[in-house]
């Protein structure tokens, strides 16, 4: 995500689901930092709820939603260039 970060910038989304740790956090953030769309699972479909929260909690996520809404959201992300900032 961080090499994502540094080629792509806010031109890219990135997203954390399941797991554990927290380098998918760090990586989310290096993203957001540099103006990408972020997302991450929400504890309600997570079946390891460790990364997701990890991004939440650092501020890495712009959005955070269930897995069943993850597929349909990144689709309006990228079909509409006014919702990432």
Do not use: N
């Not at 998918?24 to 953030?29: D, F, I, S, T, V």
């Not at 699972?41 to 959005?63: D, N, R, T």
């Not at 689709?75 to 990432?84: C, D, G, L, N, Q």
């Amino acid at each position: 995500m961080r090499s994502l970060a540094e080629v792509y910038g806010k031109d890219s989304v990135g997203v954390v689901l399941t797991g554990m740790g927290d380098d998918g956090a760090l990586g989310l953030k290096a993203m957001k930092e540099v103006g990408a769309y972020t997302l991450a699972e929400h504890a309600s479909s997570a079946v390891v709820y460790g990364m997701p929260a990890a991004a939440v909690q650092l501020g890495a996520a712009s959005e955070v939603l269930p897995l069943a809404t993850m597929g349909r959201r990144i689709s309006e992300i990228f079909s509409t260039k006014s919702v990432v900032s």
